[in-house]
């Protein structure tokens, strides 16, 4: 088994001890203005948050790709996201903007740099990953923010422990291409699902928000292609969708999973989050069944370290 396989798997167990470091000193309180940064699938994950924050009403929250920080904003936290503790443009953030602002670091290695940087570091170690892609590292980052905002991580778990054992909605040798799509908080996660199948499968995946797809990006739409829709869409999206000939896939869609035309589960819907389990796991299967080795693609790093 690959160790991404396995990581994908250990997720809902993870999100519990995510949840249990919701206290934990230097996260964001309420009121506060606050700016998060990361690159990859870690600013989608600082994305998701930025909005559930805003949509609790904890306070305006701003996300960003660390390389393209406003510098001319006052912030009263920045809260950083880097597995790795090493990444160079998170690290150039922390450097500069911390000079004025307090920054929190979630991160899986205490050692590194990002740690010593921050004033307060949260440490997610039982999350780190053997693999260069990353996926529980992610997600429990996301279970611990949605945790500190009130959010009941047991019953996401329990949707996550679900999502392991699911039978898959597609397989790749029914589908050409995937378009992955949210709304909200969502649109991080379809982001991250494309960037999961691009990354370890080298595979054709694109990602919109829901409401921006019919304005153009629906026109590849079409037999052997698959839609696959996180969260709440609007409404009148998947007949649209079926209406091209391209394949739906939502967990609310009628109860269960649309697997190209054939529906499984019959079950109450996933909550997104776990819902991204079920997109890790297509891109894994992606791509051993091209022969790729799903822990170490093509060009990629655990961590961009820039010289």
């Given at each position: 088994?690959?160790?991404?396989?396995?990581?994908?798997?250990?997720?809902?167990?993870?999100?519990?001890?995510?949840?249990?470091?919701?206290?934990?000193?230097?996260?964001?309180?309420?009121?506060?203005?606050?700016?998060?940064?990361?690159?990859?699938?870690?600013?989608?994950?600082?994305k998701?948050?930025?909005?559930?924050?805003?949509?609790a009403?904890?306070?305006?929250t701003?996300a960003?790709?660390?390389?393209?920080?406003?510098?001319?904003?006052?912030?009263?936290?920045?809260?950083?996201?880097?597995?790795?503790?090493?990444?160079?443009?998170?690290?150039?953030?922390?450097?500069?903007?911390?000079?004025?602002?307090?920054?929190?670091?979630?991160?899986?290695?205490?050692?590194?740099?990002?740690?010593?940087?921050?004033?307060?570091?949260?440490?997610?170690d039982?999350?780190?990953?053997e693999?260069?892609?990353?996926?529980?590292?992610?997600?429990?980052?996301?279970?611990?923010?949605?945790?500190?905002?009130?959010?009941?991580?047991?019953?996401?778990?329990?949707?996550?422990?679900?999502?392991?054992r699911?039978?898959?909605?597609?397989?790749?040798?029914?589908?050409d291409?995937?378009?992955?799509?949210?709304?909200?908080?969502t649109?991080?996660?379809?982001?991250?699902a494309?960037?999961?199948?691009?990354?370890?499968?080298?595979?054709?995946?694109?990602?919109?928000?829901?409401?921006?797809?019919?304005?153009?990006?629906?026109?590849?739409a079409?037999?052997?292609?698959?839609v696959?829709?996180?969260?709440d869409?609007?409404?009148?999206?998947?007949?649209?969708?079926?209406?091209?000939?391209?394949?739906?896939?939502?967990?609310?869609?009628?109860?269960?999973?649309?697997?190209l035309?054939?529906?499984?589960?019959?079950?109450?819907?996933?909550?997104?989050?776990?819902?991204?389990?079920?997109?890790?796991?297509?891109?894994?299967?992606?791509?051993?069944t091209?022969?790729?080795?799903?822990?170490?693609?093509?060009?990629?790093?655990?961590?961009?370290?820039?010289?």
């Open positions: 088994m690959s160790h991404v396989k396995a990581e994908i798997a250990t997720q809902p167990e993870c999100w519990r001890q995510a949840a249990k470091l919701a206290g934990s000193p230097g996260l964001p309180e309420r009121g506060e203005r606050v700016a998060v940064v990361g690159c990859g699938t870690s600013w989608f994950m600082a998701s948050y930025a909005v559930l924050r805003e949509q009403g904890h306070g305006e701003d960003f790709q660390a390389s393209d920080f406003p510098y001319g904003r006052r912030y009263d936290r920045i809260l950083a996201i880097t597995r790795s503790g090493t990444t160079t443009e998170v690290l150039d953030v922390m450097q500069t903007a911390g000079e004025n602002t307090p920054v929190t670091v979630l991160t899986a290695d205490a050692t590194k740099a990002a740690a010593e940087l921050a004033r307060h570091a949260v440490v997610l039982f999350a780190d990953e693999s260069v892609v990353q996926t529980r590292f992610a997600t429990s980052v996301l279970a611990l923010l949605r945790a500190h905002l009130g959010a009941d991580i047991e019953s996401v778990a329990m949707d996550g422990e679900v999502a392991v699911l039978p898959l909605p597609v397989h790749p040798a029914l589908f291409q995937i378009t992955f799509l949210g709304r909200g908080w649109v991080g996660l379809a982001e991250e494309a960037l999961k199948c691009r990354e370890t499968a080298g595979y054709w995946t694109e990602s919109y928000p829901a409401m921006d797809y019919r304005h153009g990006p629906i026109s590849i079409g037999p052997r292609r698959v696959w829709a996180f969260g869409v609007p409404s009148g999206l998947a007949d649209e969708v079926e209406a091209t000939g391209a394949a739906y896939v939502h967990s609310r869609h009628h109860g269960g999973y649309a697997s035309g054939r529906w499984v589960g019959g079950r109450a819907p996933l909550d997104p989050m776990a819902d991204l389990v079920l997109a890790q796991r297509v891109a894994v299967l992606l791509a051993t091209q022969g790729l080795d799903p822990d170490n693609p093509r060009n990629l790093t655990r961590s961009v370290v820039l010289t």
